[in-house]
């Protein structure tokens, strides 16, 4: 992505936020802002109740505060689905005492939280990318209502019929509007006063309000080989098409972002909604070339439920 281009991508954002930087960017020509990530839309309060946000907060050895924040689906009263890279590093799943999750508002400011009893990454993260794990909370919150998980079934039935037609999906999160790298956004906002500027920042970077995007499917042996073509190897790096799903924007440029990962995808199946991806990596966000690449539920339904069960069961023994 050029220098020119973010700069457009953060004038368009700007005149639709509500014009915080003024008059000074009125007239900019900032187009219809479709390059964004989560291209538009906020979420309305209840549209989407199992997304939670998943908060991660540590003091590290030189005793700096560090908060980490992921999104996540509550897919039963007490176990949130989320991505086990937002749960480990290096193989050492994160202490449940540093985690958090916020549940019941589309605000960030609004969100009530809960207490995380256990953190589960998948076993095979890093040794194959299963980018997947569970959070098992320390109280089930029965106001909300779970989404299903993908059974295989579910994703035979998207994939039938029609074959020009791929399956269309939503995402959803907290995550940046835009991937603008390493650019310190303050400081090319100054000129707007310091004020304004972080609030450009913030705006972009964690914005307050949950928002969505409609995605379409991206053949995932395209995409793997889009991946291994660019370089992109190991685990983490590479699509695996059993294991993996890929998606891009249904209109225009669109995807999750940093902060989206651990995240829903999901279909609409039948009437109901039906969680089909865990929001995983990309290259950049909403990339020109480079669709977002998900975790595959369905291909981790049992280990999703064998783990839930087992989790359940060992509580029930240690109570004996
Ligand atoms: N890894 C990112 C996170 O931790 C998610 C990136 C998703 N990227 C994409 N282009 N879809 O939040």
Same mark, same amino acid.
């Given at each position: 992505m050029t220098g020119r281009s973010i700069a457009y991508q953060l004038l368009a954002l700007l005149s639709l936020s509500g014009g915080l930087a003024g008059p000074a960017l009125a007239g900019a020509g900032a187009g219809d802002g479709s390059e964004m990530i989560v291209n538009g839309v906020v979420?309305?309060?209840?549209?989407?109740?199992?997304?939670?946000?998943?908060?991660?907060?540590?003091? =590290?050895?030189?005793?700096?505060?560090?908060?980490?924040?992921?999104?996540?689906?509550?897919?039963?009263?007490?176990?949130?689905?989320?991505?086990?890279?937002?749960?480990?590093?290096?193989?050492?799943?994160?202490?449940?005492?540093?985690?958090?999750?916020?549940?019941?508002?589309?605000?960030?400011?609004?969100?009530?939280?809960?207490?995380v009893e256990q953190v589960i990454p998948h076993a095979d993260y890093e040794s194959k990318g299963s980018d997947i794990g569970l959070i098992k909370l320390k109280q089930p919150i029965?106001?909300?209502?779970?989404?299903?998980?993908?059974?295989?079934?579910? /994703?035979?039935?998207?994939?039938?019929?029609?074959?020009?037609?791929?399956?269309?999906? =939503?995402?959803?999160?907290?995550?940046?509007?835009? /991937?603008?790298?390493?650019?310190?956004?303050?400081?090319?906002?100054?000129?707007?006063?310091?004020?304004?500027?972080?609030?450009?920042?913030?705006?972009?970077?964690?914005?307050?309000?949950?928002?969505?995007?409609?995605?379409?499917?991206?053949d995932v042996k395209d995409c793997s080989e889009l991946y291994q073509k660019a370089g992109y190897s190991g685990p983490t790096g590479t699509v695996d098409v059993e294991r993996n799903i890929c998606a891009e924007g249904k209109t225009g440029r669109a995807d999750s972002c940093q902060g989206d990962s651990g995240g829903p995808l999901v279909a609409k199946v039948q009437g109901r909604y039906v969680q089909i991806g865990v929001v995983s990596w990309g290259h950049s966000c909403a990339d020109e070339v480079?669709?977002?690449?998900?975790?595959?539920?369905?291909?981790?339904?049992?280990?999703?439920?064998?783990?839930?069960?087992?989790?359940?069961?060992? /509580?029930?023994?240690?109570?004996?």
């Open positions: 979420v309305d309060e209840g549209q989407i109740p199992w997304q939670v946000l998943v908060t991660r907060t540590w003091t =590290t050895d030189k005793g700096e505060t560090w908060i980490g924040t992921c999104g996540g689906s509550l897919i039963a009263p007490q176990w949130v689905l989320t991505a086990a890279h937002c749960l480990e590093e290096e193989g050492v799943a994160n202490k449940a005492a540093e985690m958090e999750v916020g549940y019941g508002s589309v605000h960030r400011n609004k969100l009530k939280t809960v207490k029965g106001i909300l209502k779970p989404i299903e998980i993908a059974a295989p079934e579910i /994703d035979a039935t998207l994939h039938a019929g029609n074959s020009n037609a791929a399956p269309t999906y =939503t995402v959803s999160g907290w995550g940046r509007l835009l /991937d603008v790298g390493g650019m310190d956004l303050e400081s090319q906002f100054q000129q707007f006063g310091a004020q304004a500027a972080q609030q450009i920042a913030e705006a972009i970077y964690s914005p307050e309000q949950l928002r969505k995007v409609d995605l379409v499917e991206f480079f669709p977002g690449v998900y975790t595959k539920v369905s291909s981790y339904t049992d280990w999703i439920n064998d783990t839930m069960h087992a989790t359940a069961a060992s /509580d029930a023994s240690a109570k004996q």
